[in-house]
């Protein structure tokens, strides 16, 4: 089999974890990067949960598309699989993304969008609406107050969050739902 993509929206842009020969900017339709799931495990705990983030449905999303050589699939699949399947918040899907003609360094002229390159399919973890751990649309200080305090396996529920924040940036795509969330954190 070929090559084929991986899409991250947010600790794959900071941590893939796998192989790849190819990092792009790419916008996802139809789906938003959002603080929508309960986290039990990595960033909290059933009784204090933590939130992270999930690609939920409406907007569109700019994150990262990774290419991965086919000769890796198995290898990668199982390993991605391991990683955003442990608790079956997210759901696996194929889902077309457009990738930027561009590379992913610095802010372009339209502040993060993409510029029009090639439609690919990419593996990419939506959440599953129906699960438990579906914290569904919260506003920024709902998300702030769940976030603040919050710590799991993975450590501060609070460095996940400006973590994501300062690399989603460092690449020039704006999340102002997530900004206004970092803002409340610290108030």
């Not at 599953?128 to 579906?134: F, G, K, N, P, S």
Request: with cysteine.
């Amino acid at each position: 089999m070929g090559d084929f993509w991986v899409f991250g929206y947010g600790s794959l842009i900071w941590r893939p974890g796998f192989a790849h020969v190819e990092t792009r900017r790419a916008r996802l339709h139809g789906y938003r990067r959002s603080l929508c799931v309960y986290s039990f495990v990595h960033r909290g705990t059933r009784e204090r949960p933590g939130l992270v983030l999930g690609l939920d449905r409406g907007g569109s999303c700019i994150g990262l598309a990774f290419r991965v050589p086919g000769d890796l699939r198995n290898e990668v699949i199982t390993y991605l699989r391991e990683r955003e399947l442990v608790t079956n918040i997210y759901i696996e899907r194929m889902l077309s993304i457009r990738l930027d003609k561009g590379d992913t360094g610095g802010a372009d002229k339209a502040g993060g969008e993409t510029d029009g390159g090639e439609t690919v399919s990419a593996v990419a973890y939506v959440v599953d609406r129906a699960h438990e751990q579906y914290a569904g649309a919260l506003d920024a200080a709902d998300a702030a107050s769940v976030v603040r305090g919050a710590v799991g396996q993975s450590g501060k529920n609070e460095d996940y969050v400006l973590s994501t924040l300062e690399h989603l940036e460092a690449l020039g795509i704006r999340d102002h739902w997530l900004e206004e969330v970092v803002k409340r954190i610290g108030s």
